[in-house]
């Protein structure tokens, strides 16, 4: 699957939990790294996340950050702040306008690749400024549907997200 992923422009990826997205995405991170290329690895998690950087920390380029931890690098490039009872509104809305307004203004960090990991989490508008980013780099997302929250609102379904990166998802299956 990492050589798939490695091969492929842009990548879907889904299966249950324990099937192996996240192996897959620290391997790949890795792989691209190794090539030196500059990868960014989002995930929506911060536990998650705070373990894939954990296992990447010798792998020089590659960048592991959470969806709002992105989101805040472009609010801090943009010399943006946060408004006081204004946080939630942010979290929701205003974090991918800022990314949206970094992007433009070419005030992010330059990346080769993106995977991301998690994205069953993310909104519909996010997943499109990330895939928007990295039009013509190699992406590669990873999703489980069963792991969507009944606290999580309007995201980004399965469907969705294989029409808006114009690829069928590879379905992981054994766990």
Not at 48 to 63: A, I, W
Not at 97 to 105: F, S
Not at 141 to 167: A, M, R, W
Request: glycine share 6%.
């Amino acid at each position: 699957v990492v050589n798939r992923v490695l091969k492929n422009q842009t990548s879907l990826v889904t299966g249950w939990p324990g099937t192996g997205k996240t192996l897959i995405v620290i391997e790949t991170a890795r792989r691209l790294a190794s090539q030196k290329q500059k990868v960014l690895v989002v995930s929506f998690n911060n536990k998650l996340t705070e373990y894939v950087r954990t296992q990447l920390v010798d792998s020089k380029g590659c960048d592991v950050v959470t969806w709002h931890g992105l989101c805040g690098q472009a609010r801090n490039a943009l010399g943006r702040t946060s408004e006081p009872g204004k946080e939630d509104e942010w979290y929701r809305q205003q974090c991918v306008l800022d990314l949206n307004d970094a992007i433009e203004q070419r005030r992010m960090a330059a990346y080769s690749a993106l995977l991301v990991d998690e994205s069953q989490a993310l909104l519909p508008s996010w997943c499109e400024t990330l895939t928007k980013w990295f039009q013509d780099k190699p992406k590669a997302f990873f999703c489980d549907e069963t792991q969507v929250f009944p606290y999580e609102h309007d995201n980004i379904p399965l469907k969705g997200l294989s029409e808006l990166l114009g690829v069928d998802p590879f379905p992981l299956t054994i766990i």
